[in-house]
């Protein structure tokens, strides 16, 4: 079964970075890379958001609010998403998912998406 595993979540001030990982299992090496990965988040009280996306051909997308300051990425070899936050701010404060669909980006949603991680905290101060 896919598993999908996030790490690297915690505290910092704000102006400060994390970098965040997930790590994938129980995929061929094929499907993973022609799978669409990516990041969303959801704070206490609010719907879950898309934060990131990068499709198998690498390219990246991301909302608004974070663009400039995250960067996904992803090493197939390893199986692995990442996420660099640059300059947080107290309103990145969320719960952090990693999420995987192998029919592509379009389906890579909170309703459609394939598969999720159990989620790793941020927390930024001020």
């Known amino acids: 079964q896919v598993q999908l595993v996030e790490s690297g979540g915690g505290s910092v001030q704000a102006g400060g970075s994390l970098r965040l990982s997930c790590a994938a299992s129980g995929y061929a090496y094929t499907t993973y890379r022609s799978s669409c990965m990516g990041w969303f988040r959801q704070a206490p009280g609010k719907e879950r958001e898309g934060v990131a996306t990068?499709?198998?051909?690498?390219?990246?997308s991301y909302a608004d609010s974070v663009k400039g300051r995250f960067t996904a990425s992803r090493d197939n070899s390893e199986r692995t998403l990442y996420l660099l936050m640059d300059s947080l701010k107290p309103e990145d404060t969320a719960m952090y998912y990693c999420?995987?669909?192998?029919?592509?980006?379009?389906?890579?949603?909170?309703?459609?998406?394939?598969?999720w991680g159990q989620g790793t905290q941020v927390t930024v101060s001020s």
């Open positions: 999420a995987a669909d192998i029919r592509g980006c379009t389906y890579l949603t909170p309703l459609l998406s394939q598969y």
């Open positions: 990068i499709s198998s051909g690498d390219i990246t």
